[in-house]
C-alpha cells in the first residue's frame, strides 16, 4: 500500500496535522498504538494559547466543542504560583470575559474529543497499530506497521513523528542524542478530596529539592486532581523510581501542600514520564522525509512544563511544509528545512527566556522573591521583565 503522508501519533500534534492535510487535499495515513480513549501522562491545564492555537487551525467548530464539553472545567482563578518559603503569586492571566484564563480537562477526554474531528474522506484512521520498522525504500520510505499479529508494509512520502517523547520516529530514522541537562522526569497520581480548591485554579509549587522543575495540583471536572511533580533528569540521577519518594518528601516538608493533601486519597497508581524542554540545541527536529512534532520535537516549555498547544501548532506547521514538500517534490533536510525556521520563529524567543528563568531558578530565591511583597517585588510588577514572566505562565 501506497500514501502521502504517515502520521504516527494520533494525540494534538497527529491530529493537528490529519486536518492540516486534509484541508490540503492530500490523503494520509494516521496512526497509533493506544486504542482511544486512552489516558496520557499530562498535567491537564491549558490556558488561552491552545485556544488560539485550535484557531489557527481553522477549525472553529473543535475549539467550540472543547469549550462545550462536560469534562472541562474552567478555572476562574488562574493559576496559583507558589515559592519555596510558601508565598503565593496569582499572574495576572487576560482572557475574553465570557471565558476562564485557564481550563483543565481530562487528557483521555480531551484526545478522544479531537480525535473526532479527523476527516475520514482523507484520513485512513487506524488505532491500536504500532509502528515496527521505518527505514528508506527507493523514492519512498518503507514502514512495517503491526495491528495484533498483523503485519503490513506501507510506503509512503513522508513521515511525520507526533509519537511522543520517546518518539519511535526519531529513533529509527534521525539517530537522536540526549542531554540529561535538557530532559526532565515526571510524576503524575489521580486522587479525590484535595483541599483548598472552592476557587478553581491550577497550582504550581516551585520549591525544593524539585528546583528547577516544580509540584503541580489540578482540579478536574469530575472531582478528581491531577498532583504531580517534575524535576530535572540529571538531579535525580536520571532515575525515574525516584520520584515517588520525592513526592511523599516535598509534601511532608511544606505545611501548606500537607495541609492540601492532608484527607486526600490516592486513586490510582503513580505513573512517571520523560519530557524534552523546548529550545534544545541537541533535537534534530526534520531530516530526509520527515518531520517531528509535538513532544516528539521537544516542545515543552522549560519552565512550565507545558506543550499542548505547542503541539497542536508544530503538527499544524508540520503538515504545512509536507504538503509544500509533495507539491513541489522536493523531501531532502534541506527542503524540509523551512518547518525548523516556523519553529524557531514561533516559539524561541519563549524557549530563550524560559530556559534563562530556569537557570537563575535553580535555588528557591528567585522564586521567593517572584512571589514575595517586598517593594523591589511590587516595582518588578510593573516592569516589562515580569510581564514577559506572565505571559510564560499560561500553559
Not at 88 to 94: A, H, I, K, S, T
Given at each position: 500500500?501506497?500514501?502521502?503522508v504517515?502520521?504516527?501519533?494520533a494525540?494534538?500534534?497527529?491530529?493537528?496535522?490529519?486536518?492540516?492535510?486534509s484541508?490540503?487535499?492530500?490523503?494520509?495515513?494516521?496512526?497509533?498504538?493506544a486504542?482511544?480513549p486512552r489516558?496520557?501522562?499530562?498535567?491537564?491545564?491549558?490556558g488561552?494559547?491552545?485556544?488560539?492555537?485550535?484557531?489557527?487551525?481553522?477549525?472553529?467548530?473543535?475549539a467550540a466543542a472543547?469549550?462545550a464539553?462536560?469534562?472541562?472545567l474552567p478555572?476562574p482563578a488562574?493559576?496559583?504560583?507558589?515559592?519555596d518559603?510558601?508565598d503565593?503569586?496569582?499572574p495576572?492571566?487576560?482572557?475574553?470575559?465570557?471565558q476562564?484564563?485557564?481550563?483543565t480537562?481530562?487528557?483521555?477526554?480531551?484526545?478522544?474529543?479531537?480525535?473526532?474531528?479527523?476527516?475520514?474522506?482523507?484520513?485512513d484512521?487506524r488505532l491500536?497499530?504500532?509502528l515496527v520498522?521505518l527505514?528508506?525504500?527507493?523514492?519512498?520510505?518503507a514502514?512495517?506497521?503491526k495491528?495484533?499479529?498483523?503485519?503490513?508494509?506501507?510506503?509512503t512520502?513522508l513521515?511525520?513523528?507526533a509519537?511522543g517523547?520517546?518518539?519511535?520516529?526519531a529513533?529509527?530514522?534521525l539517530?537522536p542524542?540526549?542531554d540529561?541537562?535538557?530532559?526532565?522526569?515526571t510524576l503524575h497520581?489521580?486522587y479525590?478530596?484535595?483541599?483548598?480548591f472552592?476557587q478553581?485554579?491550577i497550582?504550581?509549587h516551585?520549591i525544593q529539592?524539585?528546583?528547577?522543575g516544580?509540584?503541580?495540583?489540578?482540579p478536574?471536572a469530575?472531582?478528581?486532581f491531577?498532583?504531580?511533580?517534575?524535576?530535572?533528569?540529571d538531579r535525580?540521577?536520571?532515575d525515574?523510581?525516584?520520584?515517588s519518594?520525592?513526592?511523599?518528601?516535598?509534601?511532608?516538608?511544606?505545611?501548606?501542600?500537607?495541609?492540601r493533601?492532608a484527607?486526600a486519597e490516592?486513586?490510582?497508581e503513580?505513573?512517571t514520564?520523560?519530557?524534552?524542554?523546548?529550545g534544545?540545541?541537541?533535537?534534530r527536529?526534520?531530516?530526509d522525509?520527515?518531520?517531528?512534532?509535538?513532544?516528539?520535537?521537544?516542545?515543552?516549555?522549560p519552565?512550565?512544563?507545558?506543550?499542548?498547544a505547542?503541539?497542536?501548532?508544530?503538527g499544524?506547521?508540520?503538515a504545512?511544509?509536507?504538503a509544500?514538500a509533495?507539491?513541489?517534490?522536493?523531501?531532502?533536510?534541506a527542503?524540509?528545512?523551512a518547518?525548523?525556521?516556523?519553529?524557531?520563529?514561533?516559539?524561541?524567543?519563549?524557549?530563550?527566556l524560559?530556559r534563562?528563568?530556569n537557570?537563575?531558578?535553580?535555588s528557591?530565591w528567585l522564586?521567593n522573591?517572584l512571589?514575595?511583597?517586598?517593594?523591589?517585588?511590587?516595582?518588578?510588577?510593573?516592569a516589562k521583565?515580569?510581564?514577559?514572566?506572565?505571559?510564560?505562565?499560561?500553559?
Amino acid at each position: 500500500m501506497e500514501t502521502n503522508v504517515l502520521v504516527v501519533g494520533a494525540g494534538p500534534a497527529g491530529v493537528a496535522s490529519s486536518i492540516t492535510l486534509s484541508q490540503r487535499g492530500i490523503d494520509h495515513v494516521l496512526i497509533d498504538r493506544a486504542v482511544f480513549p486512552r489516558d496520557k501522562v499530562d498535567g491537564n491545564a491549558f490556558g488561552q494559547d491552545l485556544l488560539a492555537a485550535l484557531d489557527r487551525l481553522n477549525r472553529a467548530d473543535l475549539a467550540a466543542a472543547l469549550l462545550a464539553s462536560p469534562d472541562l472545567l474552567p478555572c476562574p482563578a488562574g493559576a496559583w504560583i507558589f515559592s519555596d518559603r510558601g508565598d503565593r503569586y496569582q499572574p495576572p492571566l487576560p482572557h475574553p470575559d465570557d471565558q476562564a484564563p485557564i481550563y483543565t480537562m481530562d487528557r483521555q477526554a480531551m484526545d478522544a474529543l479531537l480525535l473526532e474531528f479527523v476527516d475520514r474522506s482523507t484520513a485512513d484512521l487506524r488505532l491500536g497499530c504500532e509502528l515496527v520498522a521505518l527505514e528508506p525504500a527507493g523514492d519512498r520510505l518503507a514502514a512495517v506497521l503491526k495491528i495484533g499479529e498483523q503485519t503490513e508494509t506501507l510506503h509512503t512520502k513522508l513521515v511525520i513523528g507526533a509519537d511522543g517523547a520517546r518518539s519511535r520516529v526519531a529513533s529509527l530514522l534521525l539517530n537522536p542524542t540526549e542531554d540529561p541537562t535538557d530532559r526532565a522526569l515526571t510524576l503524575h497520581r489521580y486522587y479525590r478530596n484535595v483541599a483548598g480548591f472552592e476557587q478553581p485554579h491550577i497550582e504550581a509549587h516551585y520549591i525544593q529539592p524539585l528546583l528547577p522543575g516544580f509540584l503541580f495540583i489540578a482540579p478536574l471536572a469530575d472531582g478528581r486532581f491531577k498532583v504531580g511533580l517534575g524535576t530535572r533528569a540529571d538531579r535525580i540521577g536520571n532515575d525515574p523510581t525516584r520520584l515517588s519518594g520525592l513526592l511523599s518528601e516535598v509534601i511532608a516538608a511544606k505545611p501548606w501542600l500537607r495541609e492540601r493533601l492532608a484527607t486526600a486519597e490516592p486513586i490510582t497508581e503513580p505513573e512517571t514520564w520523560p519530557m524534552t524542554f523546548g529550545g534544545s540545541a541537541q533535537i534534530r527536529r526534520s531530516g530526509d522525509r520527515v518531520l517531528l512534532a509535538g513532544d516528539a520535537a521537544g516542545l515543552c516549555n522549560p519552565l512550565t512544563g507545558f506543550g499542548t498547544a505547542k503541539a497542536i501548532d508544530s503538527g499544524r506547521l508540520a503538515a504545512a511544509v509536507a504538503a509544500t514538500a509533495i507539491r513541489v517534490g522536493q523531501f531532502d533536510r534541506a527542503a524540509l528545512s523551512a518547518y525548523d525556521r516556523d519553529l524557531q520563529r514561533l516559539f524561541d524567543q519563549e524557549f530563550v527566556l524560559s530556559r534563562r528563568i530556569n537557570r537563575w531558578n535553580q535555588s528557591p530565591w528567585l522564586m521567593n522573591f517572584l512571589t514575595g511583597r517586598s517593594l523591589p517585588r511590587r516595582l518588578l510588577r510593573s516592569a516589562k521583565t515580569l510581564h514577559r514572566w506572565d505571559a510564560l505562565v499560561q500553559v
